[in-house]
């Protein structure tokens, strides 16, 4: 392998459960504890919402 290669994150080691502790750790650091669920309810939300919008996008208009 090429040392000066650049380091290439597939999409497998993205999703890996080591990825995840990692992502969730630095959450907590950065937005603590007390937050998080806070910040989950409105992703949450959020993910709702734009759900709502792609099927009402997928029905035709009435007039």
Do not use: H
């Not at 502790?21 to 950065?30: F, K, P, S």
């Amino acid at each position: 392998m090429n040392k000066g290669a650049a380091t290439i994150i597939t999409l497998g080691t993205l999703f890996s459960p080591y990825a995840w502790v990692l992502i969730i750790l630095a959450a907590i650091v950065i937005f603590g504890p007390k937050r998080l669920p806070e910040i989950g309810r409105g992703l949450g939300r959020t993910i709702k919402e734009f759900k709502k919008g792609l099927d009402a996008s997928d029905k035709p208009e009435k007039k």
